[in-house]
């Protein structure tokens, strides 16, 4: 027989776990993710709500989820085997909106805190007479759990109805999905109408890939049929591998046409039974939650890497990502810098203020036209490299992760940032020169603004500006000149690289805000090692 021991030990290295698949995160849009976010939901789900509380407390009851697709009569399975209308059921679809749980009244504290389920808001109803119309919850977006007792359940079996893992509302598909997880044991309903339907099979696969303790139930069958479609049934079963669960078959009556009655005790008597023994028997009790208990564990080996195999794509599509903005702006620094050496920024209305100074042209105006020709050249870069990474993320899939192309309106424009920064070495630079006309004598002492406006031409202006050197060192000096050109072209080197680094880490931004790393995969794979050595 299948035992459950527990050793601190293990739980520490399965909450280490947890943490890891808690952190794995799955946010570019590449052909997996959708896959992965899912598993890591599940696996979360089957840790927080299952897994963990169970290793903690393996005296707590045993939890019997009974889900299954519209229709197929869970709600009506619950009440009859409790004897009384505790959820809601009917031919309105879906009925069940708000799951409910149902234990033996000296059981209320396992499930009236939040070792089960923490992720659900709990809601205590008093007892209903029999007649009462079962109370409607507000509906405020709070997911919500209905705690109901009932003294006809034996002491250890708690039951929990599910909304339909195929309703039309996401929600409920997504709140059904968690709760089986939830589960010790799997009781999945189906109807001699909709046996074959693919949701149901889909659970049951499972089920038994995950070796979870299960049960299935064939509701609503016709008298007439009910040996031919169980014997289908049974063929399926076997054939899916899980000829082994136990099969209970519940005949097609009154009670059950419209959903709002109890069936007969004789009717869902054998269930019943099978429930009790599994709680009232220590033998298969113990089997039960072992047997669940290890298929969860044991499914980690795959689903473990699996996950990590995810992040490591997100990591490396994230990668390739940086890399077409490292290479773009790469590519563009070296060619801004190239056209600087060049005079590039000498031309157009530049030059010809440069021609036509200083006997047409002040120095103000020759500054404005160079500030003004430095700042087009700037952008220019910023706009072709934004241009080339825009045409590499167009080949990758995962740029389509939302906020990655989109410009914030609301945000400063490149052309504001680097008119601001070039304004900003030219009050620099203009300081500089003050700095150096400051020593000088007063009676011979030229305009800080002309030899700013100089200098900045011999920096920016290559062999078309070779006169504005020599102007500079007719003003200042030969060393004042040379001392000046240098603290300016690193002033100017500063703005290059600070301009274009500034740019390439705003359109990396949003990248890197989507915290992509590398560790997550090792994290994951070494929290399963740890785990294997504990168990």
């Not at 959708?34 to 598993?39: D, F, L, Q, T, V």
């Not at 959820?87 to 939040?114: I, K, N, Q, Y």
């Not at 003294?151 to 708690?158: E, F, H, M, N, Y």
């Amino acid at each position: 027989m299948v035992t459950l021991e527990v050793r601190p030990q293990l739980l520490d290295a399965l909450s280490a776990l947890r943490d890891c698949v808690a952190a794995a995160r799955f946010p570019l849009p590449l052909a997996g993710a959708p896959r992965a976010r899912a598993n890591r939901d599940e696996l979360l789900a089957q840790l927080d709500d299952y897994l963990v509380p169970r290793l903690r407390e393996p005296e707590a009851p045993l939890l019997a989820v009974i889900g299954g697709s519209t229709g197929a009569g869970k709600s009506t399975l619950v009440n009859s085997l409790v004897g009384r209308r505790v959820s809601e059921a009917g031919v309105l679809r879906p009925t069940t909106r708000t799951p409910v749980l149902v234990c033996h009244p000296e059981d209320h504290h396992w499930f009236s805190g939040m070792r089960v389920l923490p992720q659900l808001t709990r809601v205590w109803m008093p007892h209903q007479e029999p007649g009462d119309d079962l109370p409607v919850l507000a509906d405020h977006g709070e997911r919500v759990l209905r705690i109901e007792t009932a003294d006809t359940l034996p002491r250890g079996l708690a039951l929990l109805d599910a909304p339909d893992v195929d309703s039309l509302v996401a929600d409920n598909r997504v709140l059904a999905a968690e709760l089986i997880c939830a589960a010790d044991i799997w009781v999945m309903v189906t109807t001699a109408a909709r046996y074959a339907d693919a949701v149901p099979w889909h659970l049951l696969r499972t089920a038994k890939e995950q070796k979870a303790t299960l049960v299935t139930v064939l509701d609503r069958v016709p008298h007439q049929v009910v040996s031919e479609v169980s014997r289908q049934y049974a063929a399926l079963l076997a054939k899916a591998g899980l000829g082994e669960a136990p099969r209970f078959t519940v005949p097609e009556l009154p009670e059950s046409a419209w959903g709002g009655g109890l069936l007969p005790a004789t009717a869902v008597a054998p269930l019943r039974t099978w429930l009790t023994y599994q709680v009232q028997d220590p033998g298969a009790r113990q089997g039960a939650m072992a047997r669940t208990a290890h298929g969860v564990l044991d499914s980690l080996k795959a689903r473990m890497p699996e996950l990590a195999s995810a992040t490591a794509a997100q990591y490396a599509a994230a990668a390739r990502l940086t890399m077409a903005v490292d290479g773009a702006y790469d590519s563009e620094h070296a060619r801004a810098k190239g056209r600087l050496q060049a005079g590039a920024v000498l031309s157009g209305d530049a030059l010809k203020r440069w021609r036509a100074y200083p006997l047409d042209c002040t120095a103000e105006e020759l500054l404005d036209a160079l500030v003004e020709s430095l700042s087009a050249l700037l952008l220019c870069s910023v706009t072709a490299a934004d241009e080339r990474v825009d045409n590499a993320w167009r080949r990758e899939p995962a740029s389509g992760a939302p906020g990655l192309t989109d410009r914030d309106p609301t945000l400063e424009s490149a052309e504001h940032r680097v008119g601001l920064a070039v304004r900003r070495w030219r009050r620099v630079l203009e300081e500089y020169a003050e700095d150096e006309v400051r020593d000088l004598d007063k009676s011979v002492a030229p305009d800080p603004t002309v030899v700013a406006a100089l200098v900045a031409t011999a920096l920016l202006g290559g062999r078309r500006a070779r006169s504005a050197g020599e102007g500079l060192a007719e003003r200042i000096g030969a060393h004042g000149a040379l001392r000046l050109r240098d603290k300016g072209g690193r002033l100017l080197t500063d703005l290059i690289d600070k301009t274009l680094r500034t740019e390439r880490e705003r359109r990396l931004a949003p990248l890197e805000a989507l915290d992509v790393h590398p560790e997550p995969q090792a994290e994951l794979i070494a929290a399963l090692s740890v785990l294997q050595k504990e168990r």
